[in-house]
């Protein structure tokens, strides 16, 4: 195990202990009211512009941060299918957050039309806000596992940090692919377990499990069993790339400001007084996660699949 991850495995338990929340219901109302008293502390850490996702930097990971790389790649899928329908495409967003993905896109393709979908309401208000004068998005609050979409509907549905938080991923794939158009694209750029940990690997299930629970996924899912299930819904995978080490300069960013709170055991008991409980388990994902990412025991996946 990690040095580093040792020592903040014990910052993290001296304040939280795990026992304290691994019992936690992970209902899609708990991860609503999760992303809602933590929208503030999103603008404020992550992005003034409403972005919520994470950045992408060069190779090395060290290096440039962009919110909008994500974006761009799908863009370019959009670009093509334009190019090849006679009809106004539709695109669904799972997950839309403050609006920013869904601006972004429908701005550069007004002929295309948007739906975006989200289970927290003060985000579906602010995405309206943000919209209301795109004629092209619809902005609806729905909850992606309970929803019924429409059959054979969207030209491409596309999801950034969203699918992790589905309480079945097989249901919600079944979904996605029943309401696309044929030959439709499904593209994600979300996290996944890499593989199943050793028992020995205590500090690293510990670490997983913290971190899962301060961002609100309910069962993470390992990578390669994902990408089964999609196989036997019918989905081919055409790009299955890690783009974990590209992620790096934003974690680390999140890393180093958590830790201003984290190395100060004293004074972080004062604040615990203060603040809301779900941002205690904010700080703790920020904090953590550089180190599973490092380690190699979660991944961040950029997955284009296509109806077939």
Request: glycine share 6%; proline share 2%; with cysteine.
């Amino acid at each position: 195990m990690s040095k580093g991850l040792s020592q903040a495995l014990h910052r993290v338990e001296h304040l939280f202990p795990l026992v304290d929340y691994q019992n936690i219901d992970m209902s899609n109302a708990y991860v609503e009211r999760l992303y809602h008293e933590n929208g503030m502390y999103y603008r404020l850490l992550h992005s003034f512009a409403g972005s919520m996702h994470m950045t992408i930097g060069d190779n090395d990971g060290r290096s440039t941060r962009d919110h909008d790389i994500q974006l761009k790649k799908i863009a370019k899928q959009i670009e093509s299918i334009v190019k090849q329908t006679i009809e106004v495409p539709k695109v669904l967003e799972l997950g839309c957050g403050k609006g920013y993905n869904i601006q972004y896109l429908a701005k550069r393709f007004p002929n295309v039309h948007f739906v975006g979908i989200d289970i927290t309401e003060s985000y579906v208000q602010e995405s309206r806000s943000k919209t209301k004068t795109l004629k092209n998005v619809c902005i609806q609050r729905l909850d992606m596992d309970q929803v019924s979409f429409d059959s054979k509907t969207y030209d491409l549905v596309y999801d950034i940090e969203t699918v992790c938080h589905t309480q079945d991923h097989r249901l919600l794939l079944a979904k996605i692919y029943e309401t696309l158009k044929e030959n439709g694209l499904f593209i994600l750029y979300d996290n996944f377990r890499k593989g199943s940990l050793e028992l020995n690997q205590v500090s690293e299930k510990k670490a997983l499990k913290y971190i899962e629970l301060a961002v609100g996924i309910p069962s993470g899912i390992i990578l390669d069993d994902w990408l089964l299930i999609a196989s036997q819904t019918g989905f081919a995978t055409l790009i299955n790339t890690d783009l974990s080490q590209n992620i790096l300069a934003g974690l680390d960013r999140y890393h180093k400001m958590a830790s201003c709170y984290f190395n100060m055991p004293s004074i972080a008991k004062l604040i615990n007084k203060a603040i809301p409980e779900k941002l205690k388990l904010y700080s703790i994902g920020a904090y953590l996660m550089k180190y599973s990412m490092e380690l190699g025991f979660q991944t961040y996946q950029e997955i284009l699949l296509k109806k077939i």
